[in-house]
């Protein structure tokens, strides 16, 4: 099966920015993030007002529970599919719901202040106080 030169652009570009976390912040930058993504008005569009996520147990192939995971939803459909923990190495889920959870917030936010796929960085998961390695 042959993919058009697009398609492989777009997926590596997409791997090369979840990947790649920006580090150089400082908790201060993050609340003044968080601020701004609470008081943007969103324009009209379907994907502004329809998106959505679920949090889900993650487990392993012998049916253990491994942690969590969530979902982003774009009018019903099914867009992200997240059972690791963004931006960081490794195959590690989220420890708990509530990090999976406040992870899948931020991404909401921050996939309709752009309207495209979010990036979750490093720094985002420290600022939310997500554990990682």
């Known amino acids: 099966m042959v993919f058009?030169?697009?398609l492989i652009v777009f997926f590596v570009t997409f791997l090369l920015l979840v990947s790649c976390g920006d580090d150089s912040g400082t908790a201060s930058d993050s609340l003044r993030l968080n601020e701004r993504l609470e008081n943007v008005n969103y324009p009209d569009s379907a994907l502004a007002q329809d998106i959505?996520?679920?949090t889900f147990i993650v487990k392993d192939s012998l049916d253990k529970e491994k942690g969590w995971g969530y979902d982003l939803y774009?009018?019903?459909k099914r867009t992200i599919?997240?059972?690791l923990i963004p931006a960081v190495p490794g195959n590690d889920a989220f420890a708990t719901e509530k990090d999976a959870k406040i992870t899948g917030e931020l991404a909401v936010q921050k996939m309709k202040l752009t309207g495209s796929f979010p990036t979750i960085s490093i720094h985002d998961l420290d600022s939310l106080g997500i554990k990682h390695q």
């Open 74 to 76: 774009v009018d019903g």
């Open 4 to 6: 058009p030169r697009h």
């Open 52 to 54: 959505t996520f679920k």
């Open 81 to 83: 599919h997240q059972p």
